[in-house]
Nanobody, 125 residues
């Protein structure tokens, strides 16, 4: 089974930027959805961005739309999340996931069966 490894987390001041990367151990395919989720302490895991297909059908949660950009390099089996204008409420563990959700479930955990270990993002005031 493919494994996912996230990298790029860290601490940044509010208003700053970070780029997260997720590398898959094998080919994920254009029909495989890949997504970013995040989980803050005491909160449920939230789907924030999803990508499928070529050149890439993407969707975003309202909480990150306009600030975050998901992109995918099929040749390198990588998924990237460019995060701009970061806010303290973006502080969370960020997870990469792969799966085949239906269209209504692209930002729902239930649609994904492969998960990375997560990377911590902390945004300070």
């Amino acid at each position: 089974q493919i494994q996912l490894v996230e990298s790029g987390g860290g601490t940044v001041q509010a208003g700053g930027s970070l780029t997260l990367s997720c590398t898959a151990s094998g080919y994920t395919g254009y029909s495989t959805h890949m997504a970013w989720f995040r989980q803050s302490p005491g909160k449920a895991r939230e789907g924030i961005a999803s990508n499928v297909g070529y050149p890439g059908d993407t969707i975003y949660s309202d909480s990150v739309k306009g600030r975050f950009t998901i992109s995918r390099d099929h040749a390198k089996n990588t998924l990237t999340l460019q995060m701009n204008s970061l806010k303290p409420e973006d502080t969370a563990i960020y997870y990469c996931a792969a799966g085949t959700p239906t269209s209504d479930y692209r930002l729902r955990e239930v649609g994904y069966h492969i998960w990375g270990q997560g990377t911590q993002v902390t945004v300070t005031v």
